[in-house]
Each structure stands twice: as structure tokens, then as C-alpha cells.
């Protein structure tokens, strides 16, 4: 069984005992999660679809992480005109673990 959700403004799809990386979420490591924003839900060859969202669908999952992705350099240039800009950005994560998915 397997489930799409949305979190953090992203669409993901999910499965039982997947672990994933999501936007920050302000919650203590260990702790249990609800993500009730279930967009889809399959099994097999049956799909159910939300309109936006399942009724009654959700998606379990506990805390493993709270952390931050590698760093992303970003350059600007502009050729000839002495101009130069370097910057640096750290997204920050929680790392979750899906426990259970329930329609």
C-alpha cells in the first residue's frame, strides 16, 4: 500500500517502513507524526483519489532527524562590469520513518 502526501508545499509518494527527508517540521526526535494531507491512496490496482484530499486518509510516522542538507553555492557574475556575488544556503530537514498508513 502506498500513499501520496502533501507536505512543506511538495507532493511525495510513500510507502510502510520508508524513510524520507521532508521540510522542517517542528517536532521533537522520536515523537509521533500525523500527515493528514492524503492526496492518494493505492494498493494494488486500486487508486482512490482525493478531491484534493481522501477523506478520512492518514499517514503515520515518527521522528528520526532534525538536521541540515549540504551546503548549495550560488555564484552571480555579470562579465565586464566588475561584479561579483557568492552566497551560501543550508536547508533545513526532518528526517521521518512511515509507520503506518490508514484509509
Keep these: 500500500m502506498y500513499a501520496v502526501i502533501k507536505t512543506g508545499g ?3 509518494k ?3 517502513g520508508e524513510k524520507l527527508k521532508i521540510e ?9 507524526i500525523t500527515l493528514d494531507q492524503v ?3 493505492g494498493a494494488g490496482d486500486s487508486l482512490t483519489f482525493g478531491e484534493p484530499l481522501v477523506v478520512g486518509a ?4 515518527t521522528v528520526i532527524a532534525q538536521g541540515r542538507h549540504d551546503k ?3 555564484f552571480k ?3 565586464r562590469k566588475h561584479y561579483q556575488k557568492r552566497q ?3 536547508q533545513n530537514y526532518t528526517e521521518i520513518l512511515i509507520n503506518n498508513i490508514s484509509a
Design 77 to 79: 557574475m555579470r562579465r
Design 58 to 61: 492518514t499517514v503515520k510516522a
Design 24 to 32: 522542517q517540521i517542528p517536532a521533537d526526535i522520536g515523537s509521533e
Design 39 to 41: 492526496l492518494a491512496i
Design 88 to 90: 551560501g544556503h543550508r
Design 72 to 74: 548549495v553555492k550560488i
Design 14 to 16: 510513500v510507502a510502510s
Design 10 to 12: 511538495k507532493q511525495y
